[in-house]
């Protein structure tokens, strides 16, 4: 069951690790069937160059493990994958990394502000959900509540989530929020975070009409 999401699963999974916005079994991905209500996800503290696809954890919503061929430990942050996969029944994926930069603005509880058109593909403003301990329904919750109408998330210190329709979309979210994260670091070194100009909230609701984002 759940043969291509798997494949795509572990491939993007082992593209974060090879891009490094984690490492070594780092950050956490999965991705559901809304027609069986299954979802695949990655094992907790795997590198994703140590197993197959056929060896990705399969589960239902309510957490109950369904397939585990090589009874691995669950991603430790199952909990807020599947609180994202309840509460937004318009996506299928989810992405969570350690990414330097954004982990940089989650360490500092700024939002990374959008300074270049990348972060119109994400909601504009990438904030900052408030701290709680990882591994725990309280972050599971903070997360679900802090991407409320947008698509990508600090979590204070801590690192970064995005969500998509599929796999690559919500890691495609994290590589541009990780590039405007960069972009907005070096502007801040230089002026100040305070004095680095971003897109307003007009221009980005504006634009992500136009490009048919849906926040
Ligand atoms: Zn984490």
């Known amino acids: 069951m759940l ?17 490094g916005l984690c490492h070594h079994g780092g950050g956490n991905f999965s991705m559901i069937d809304r027609d069986l209500n299954q979802l695949a996800i990655t094992p907790h503290a795997e590198s994703r160059f140590s197993f197959e696809a056929k060896d990705l954890i399969v589960m239902d919503l309510d957490g109950k493990i369904l397939e585990n061929q090589k009874n691995l430990s669950p991603s430790s942050e199952t909990e807020m994958h599947l609180a994202l996969l309840r509460a937004r029944p318009e996506i299928n994926a989810v992405c969570h990394t350690h990414a330097r930069q954004s982990s940089t603005f989650a360490v500092l509880n700024k939002p990374v502000k959008p300074v270049l058109c990348e972060a119109f593909m994400y909601g504009g403003f ?84 136009k490009l048919g984002i849906v926040g």
């Open 3 to 19: 043969d291509a999401i798997k494949e795509e699963v572990l491939r993007i999974s082992r593209l974060a690790e090879e891009s």
């Open 126 to 209: 990438c904030r900052v959900a408030p701290f709680e301990l990882p591994g725990t329904k309280e972050l599971a919750l903070s997360a679900v509540k802090g991407i409320e109408g947008t698509q990508a998330v600090l979590l204070q210190k801590h690192g970064l989530l995005t969500i998509g329709t599929n796999i690559y979309e919500a890691y495609l979210k994290s590589v541009y929020v990780e590039d405007v994260a960069e972009v907005c670091l070096r502007a801040a070194a230089i002026v100040g975070y305070d004095n680095v100009e971003a897109f307003s909230e007009e221009e980005i609701d504006y634009m992500m009409r």
